[in-house]
């Protein structure tokens, strides 16, 4: 289909420097049920990872914590050495079983995950290397230290944050740059609008975890489904064309293991929502968010 380009979602420069296609990959659902494990079908999900490249999808965000190890070492199975591409990880998390997720921000955890992400992915550096959680037990002070350490060792190239407020990306920004936030938002879900409008007058990516919740909006007769049906596509298409317009630090990573929901995804980004319907979707959603 001569519309599966990522490409068609526009550009974002990381850091001022690395310039991507704004819709990613998010590398969660690669993994076994609860984030454990390894997939149900593992040549599908190695399938879907291979096609990533030939939909212009160059920007793909995993971390340490998912199966754990076994995104990471998918990703490296698929598609080292990665020519092109531009790989986000993540840590800041321990977990010990299906859906268990316990922060750990000790320096020393840190760090050593840091280290561990280089030999999975097999890289000698991480593009893009996220705080998954601020570690409420740990002095955040001490969380940002260490990854200016790991920014002047060159163990990572960007560094980026995670469910965090302005608040905490202003504390940041005194220790290092932060070129990316990635935080729970979607139509629906918009307790992060003021992190959102924060991040886009300062030139810092938004990565919007769990993009494709809608909830009720994707009810028959519903201003999402209705316009879905004007333009021929499906609700969580709609939803993930309203993402895109709604910024120009945007950078959605809708995840799957299968091609089908691929193709599926990176169709979205040739839809062109008018004014008035990014609009009425917008009202819709504030409307729901508050229901």
Known sequence: MADLDASKSGTFVVDGNVKIHRLGFGAMRITGPGVWGPPADRAEALRTLRRLPELGVNFIDTADSYGP????????????????????TKAGFTRSGPNRWMPNG???YLRAQALKSLRKLGIERIDLWQLHRIDPQVPREA???????????????????????????????????????????????????????YCE????????????????????????????????????????????????VMLPIPGTSKVAHLEENVAAAAIALSDAEFAALDRAGKTASRA
């Open 201 to 248: 007058a300062e030139g810092i990516g938004f990565i919007p975890w769990y993009p494709l919740a809608a909830g009720r909006l994707t009810e028959s007769g519903s201003a999402l489904d209705e316009i879905a049906k004007a333009h021929g596509r499906t609700p969580g298409q709609v939803a993930l064309a309203w993402l895109l317009k709604r910024s120009p």
């Open 106 to 108: 000790e320096p020393d």
């Open 69 to 88: 190890d076994v995104s990471e070492e998918l990703i490296r199975e698929a598609l080292y050495p990665y020519k092109g591409l531009f790989i986000a």
């Open 143 to 197: 969380q940002f230290a260490l990854i200016r350490s790991l920014l002047d060792e060159g163990v990572i190239a960007h560094a980026g944050l995670s469910q965090v407020s302005v608040a905490d990306i202003k504390a940041a920004q005194k220790v290092f740059k932060v070129a990316t936030v990635q935080n729970r938002y979607n139509l629906v879900d918009r307790d992060s609008e003021d992190v959102l409008d």
